[in-house]
């Protein structure tokens, strides 16, 4: 028991260390027209994850559902860029309302639940930056599924200008 004891003391402490240091990302800059956010977007870098390890052209279609929630299908190709076709089918729902940039998506028939928020996107809705509500796992989508690599800096600068996390963003390639 005595060995246990400096185990059980690291453990409480480390729970309490993370709970206390609530990380958020920043609020999102501008409101979503929900009905032109719908179609598809390609993820153009993101931040590692072990649910989208070795996954290639990344991408997703949101449709809107009657009742006023809307249905994420995320696409890639497992283990190279043309391998077997992955998709993930997710619900969500808006949260914040004043801005409809703020949703939570229910994965597994609500088994898993995870905050998303759209930090920012373009006025012509071509990209969006957008983060978990924790700003641990940020992704850079646009409407096409490349960009030159400028676009891709501008992106990234503004995405770091925010005070997302991008050092460790990987490209996803299409």
């Not at 409101?31 to 290639?56: K, L």
């Not at 229910?106 to 928020?117: E, H, K, L, N, V």
């Not at 599924?145 to 299409?174: I, K, W």
Request: proline share 4%; net charge positive.
């Amino acid at each position: 028991m005595s060995r246990a004891l400096p185990f059980l003391v690291a453990l409480m402490l480390s729970i309490g260390i993370a709970s206390t240091a609530s990380a958020q990302a920043p609020q999102p800059r501008q409101s979503i027209d929900i009905d032109r956010f719908m179609g598809r977007w390609y993820e153009i870098v993101r931040t590692p994850n072990d649910a989208q390890r070795n996954c290639h052209g990344a991408n997703q279609t949101w449709a809107k559902r009657a009742d006023g929630t809307f249905d994420i299908a995320l696409y890639c190709h497992r283990d190279t860029p043309n391998g077997r076709l992955n998709t993930t089918r997710s619900r969500a729902r808006i949260t914040d309302p004043a801005t409809n940039a703020k949703f939570e998506a229910s994965f597994f028939g609500g088994i898993i639940r995870r905050q998303y928020w759209v930090i920012d996107r373009g006025d012509s809705y071509d990209w969006m930056i957008a983060s978990t509500a924790d700003g641990q796992f940020v992704s850079i989508l646009t409407r096409a599924p490349n960009v030159s690599a400028s676009r891709l800096e501008t992106l990234r600068t503004r995405a770091r200008q925010l005070g997302l996390r991008t050092g460790s963003m990987q490209v996803v390639d299409h």
